[in-house]
């Protein structure tokens, strides 16, 4: 069975900018999450998405939206792109994402805002 | 303020021995906790549960303990092998679907053969 995957791996881009991240989960988990992962700050939730509707948001601001597809894949979009955006972003999946359920985490998509 | 903290970035353990890494909580409403391990270069693998009316979990090497009262748990590794060397991340999580798992800033364990 294939993991998650997660494209691209690796993304360098200016201020201002805006960055498209694609997650795709295990074949039949409904749940996709996003983390951002920097060395001050740990992992922390972006959102969660479950049958295209985002049911849980962390503390970002708006610039950091989501979507979700009929087929469960995700995207992710970080527009005007400011320098603290730099950072490693993880997609996970799980079946039906329930309290306590195991999280499958892709590789990431390491992003550099120069 | 950070919900789940592991107030040691780093332990270096001796292969064959035991490694105790900790994590503290705030939050009385946390319904699960989980540690993840994580190399370089790639993203977190899940590695054992509690749910919070359990006191401990074991699965193979890997035992969790959780003391509520202190709002402290703690993953055991025996024995430890060079191969666990990683960032291990402590994370914790409601009782909602779709909630978010706090994460810990992580401890580094180093074994050395």
């Known amino acids: 069975k294939a993991g998650v995957t997660q494209t691209p791996r690796y993304l360098i881009k200016t201020r201002g900018q805006q960055v498209t991240l694609s997650c795709s989960p295990i074949?039949?988990?409904?749940?996709v999450s996003w983390y951002q992962q920097t060395p001050g700050q740990g992992l922390q939730f972006l959102f969660e998405?479950?049958?295209?509707?985002?049911?849980n948001k962390g503390n970002f601001p708006g610039r950091f939206s989501g979507r979700q597809f009929s087929n469960s894949r995700s995207e992710m979009n970080v527009s005007t792109l400011e320098l603290g955006d730099s950072a490693l972003y993880l997609c996970?999946?799980?079946?039906?994402?329930?309290?306590?359920?195991?999280?499958?985490f892709g590789s990431g998509t390491q992003l550099s805002v120069l | 303020d950070q919900q789940v903290k592991q107030n040691s970035p780093s332990l270096s353990v001796q292969e064959g021995r035991i490694s105790i890494l900790n994590c503290d909580y705030t939050?009385?409403?946390?319904?699960?906790f989980l540690w993840y391990k994580k190399y370089p270069a790639e993203g977190p693998t899940f590695l054992i549960s509690?749910?919070?009316?359990?006191d401990k979990n074991e699965d193979g090497r890997f035992t969790v303990f959780l003391n509520k009262s202190a709002k402290h748990l703690s993953l055991h590794i025996v024995p430890s092998q060079p191969g666990d060397s990683a960032v291990y991340f402590c994370?914790?999580?409601?009782?909602?679907?779709?909630?978010?798992?706090?994460f810990g800033k992580g401890t580094t364990l180093s074994v050395s053969s």
């Open positions: 996970a999946s799980s079946v039906t994402g329930g309290s306590g359920e195991k999280l499958f």
């Open positions: 074949s039949g988990h409904r749940s």
């Open positions: 998405y479950f049958s295209e509707t985002q049911r």
């Open positions: 939050n009385s409403m946390f319904d699960y």
């Open positions: 509690i749910s919070s009316i359990k």
């Open positions: 994370a914790a999580s409601g009782r909602r679907a779709g909630t978010a798992l706090i």
